[in-house]
């Protein structure tokens, strides 16, 4: 009577983990799905390549522009203006 009991057991809480996992998966994949999707669309608006090297050239060229904004605002022009051309420039390699 112990190996039957023991043997529910296990099964009952093999089902209870396949759920919990399943359930997981099926939450996490909504994340996923979700950034993809927005991805996608951010590289579509911007006419760029859907590629790690494009997103990454994106988030730098626009460090620069903010670079470009600090430097303004602290009254340096030369450096505004270095830091508004390299940002430009990079940004326009990568947006067709």
Known sequence: MQVDFFGWLGQAL???????????EWFFSLFAIAGHNFLRGLSEALGMDQSVISLGALVIGLLLLVAAIRAFLRRSIVAGVIWLILGLWLLSWIIH
Do not use: E, N
């Open 14 to 24: 093999g089902t209870v983990i396949r759920y919990i996992v399943d359930g997981l």
